[in-house]
């Protein structure tokens, strides 16, 4: 498994952006997909986006449009572009990444709040 050391984050006003960072080492495995969950108080995790080997892009309804996941290859990094933030995006945001037979590598979780 990989390691993945995540960054960014923090408080921001509603309607802030915010940008989040994941970078992996300790694999030389290339990955397969790549992106981010989050978990607010009292709820389950939610996949927020995820970004395919060629780039594909898929969102959790609530952020299309607001939420931009990247990745680049080369560095091993994933990042989450956070735009038109509201309150109920507040939550612990944690980066992943699929390695082969089917390993998932998590990132250590980054607190992000957004204030009304």
């Known amino acids: 498994q990989a390691q993945l050391v995540q960054s960014g984050g923090g408080l921001v006003q509603a309607g802030g952006s915010l940008r989040l960072s994941c970078a992996a080492s300790g694999s030389i495995f290339r990955f397969n997909a790549m992106g981010w969950y989050r978990q607010a108080p009292g709820k389950q995790r939610e996949l927020v986006a995820f970004i395919t080997t060629g780039g594909s892009t898929n969102y959790v309804d609530s952020v299309k449009g607001r939420f931009t996941i990247s990745r680049d290859n080369a560095k091993r990094t994933v990042s989450l572009q956070m735009n038109s933030l509201k309150p109920e995006d507040t939550a612990v945001y944690y980066c992943?990444?699929?390695?082969?037979?089917?390993?998932?590598?998590w990132g250590q979780g980054t607190q992000v709040t957004v204030s009304s």
């Open positions: 992943y990444a699929d390695g082969p037979y089917g390993l998932r590598s």
